[in-house]
């Protein structure tokens, strides 16, 4: 699966987001810094809830916002068409998973497969899921740190894209989560950033498991 040839217009993306967003920020910003080189614009934000400081900062960004709650939809595959439907109607080239604490199913991956970017705070394969900082900790592991990775139907299973590392101090226990993952955040926010901004500008093909950013060579 290969993007489209890289094309003068800014590529759109539409980011999802359920906290604080500050990777949503970190992207507002380098595109802010840059607005022609950076090669992508954000066209709108969605959340799975409402009254989240990752909405309150696509609101002051001036952006278009939706909230699709699982509670609202009869079924979790009701939801998860309603949360394709109102990404498909912002056109994105790429959506962008910043903390979106829910998984998607087959109506959206059937839309959105190999253009759904998502950034997890641990290094895939290891410690997927909801809670990647809680459980590296818990392993006693000496590094983590944080994963950029296409998604695809399993949880935190998709083709790799980047990675930063992250040591884990003596100082990193159990209760001291948050610490951790803070430190994680501030290398996960450079490092969304920057893929993100080469896939948009310079396109990406994937073969297998592997991701081969640019359009060299076809
Ligand atoms: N089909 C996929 N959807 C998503 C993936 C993915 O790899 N495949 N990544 C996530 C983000 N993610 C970690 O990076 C993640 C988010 C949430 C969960 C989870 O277990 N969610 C529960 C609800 C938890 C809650 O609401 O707080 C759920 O979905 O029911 C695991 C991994 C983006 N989506
Ligand atoms: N498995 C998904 C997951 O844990 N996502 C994590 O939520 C944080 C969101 O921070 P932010 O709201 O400040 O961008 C990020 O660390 C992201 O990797």
């Not at 810094?33 to 002051?60: C, H, K, M, N, T």
């Not at 959506?95 to 829910?102: E, L, P």
Request: proline share 5%.
């Amino acid at each position: 699966m290969a993007s489209p040839p890289p094309s003068a217009a800014p590529a759109r993306l539409v980011v999802l987001v359920s906290g604080s967003g500050t990777n949503l920020q970190a992207l507002l910003d380098a595109i802010d810094d840059d607005p022609e080189g950076f090669g992508a614009r954000i066209v709108a934000v969605g959340a799975d809830r409402s009254g989240i400081v990752g909405l309150e900062r696509a609101e002051r960004a001036g952006l278009p916002t939706f909230v699709c709650r699982v509670k609202d939809h009869a079924t979790r595959e009701g939801w998860d068409a309603a949360l394709a439907a109102e990404t498909a109607r912002f056109r994105p080239d790429l959506v962008v998973s910043a903390g979106f604490m829910k998984i998607v199913g087959k109506e959206f991956l059937a839309r959105f497969g190999g253009r759904f970017v998502n950034t997890h705070p641990a290094l895939l394969p290891s410690f997927p899921g909801a809670h990647g900082v809680r459980d590296a900790l818990a392993h006693g592991v000496k590094v983590t740190g944080c994963t950029v990775h296409f998604v695809d139907d399993g949880v935190d299973t998709g083709p790799i894209i980047a990675q930063g590392v992250v040591e884990v101090t003596e100082e990193d226990t159990a209760e001291g989560e948050a610490a951790l993952h803070e430190r994680i955040k501030e290398i996960e926010r450079k490092l969304l950033v920057e893929a993100v901004g080469r896939l948009a500008r310079d396109g990406y093909r994937i073969e297998g498991r592997k991701v081969h950013l640019g359009h060299v060579g076809e």
